[in-house]
């Protein structure tokens, strides 16, 4: 199994910033890639952005310019930095661990942006 263990998140300004990063532990030999998938209140869980082992990213159009993804596969952690927040970016923060027979999820980490 793999355990995914986010931190970051919180309260900001539109316009400011946040980090988020996800700690991978356990069976991590399976793991592709890692992303981050985001939730807003009432809508469908959407991949904001994801990255391969081999440093390959995919960013949503929506998040482009604005946020970087990154990994340490030392520590098994990846990160997503995230800049210029705006209030459509306020939803509940979710790492994903990809390639495992199982998907793997976070518990979720809450991001508010006021405007």
């Known amino acids: 199994q793999v355990q995914l263990v986010e931190s970051g998140g919180g309260l900001v300004q539109a316009g400011g910033s946040l980090g988020l990063s996800c700690a991978a532990s356990g069976y991590t030999i399976c793991i592709s890639a890692m992303g981050w998938y985001r939730q807003a209140p009432g809508k469908e869980r959407e991949l904001v952005a994801a990255?391969?082992?081999?440093?390959?990213?995919y960013y949503a159009d929506s998040v482009k310019g604005r946020f970087t993804i990154s990994r340490d596969n030392g520590k098994n952690t990846v990160y997503l930095q995230m800049n210029s927040l705006n209030s459509k970016d306020t939803a509940v923060y979710y790492c994903n661990a990809m390639g495992c027979p199982t998907a793997y999820w976070g518990q979720g980490t809450q991001v508010t942006v006021s405007s």
């Open positions: 990255i391969t082992s081999g440093n390959i990213a």
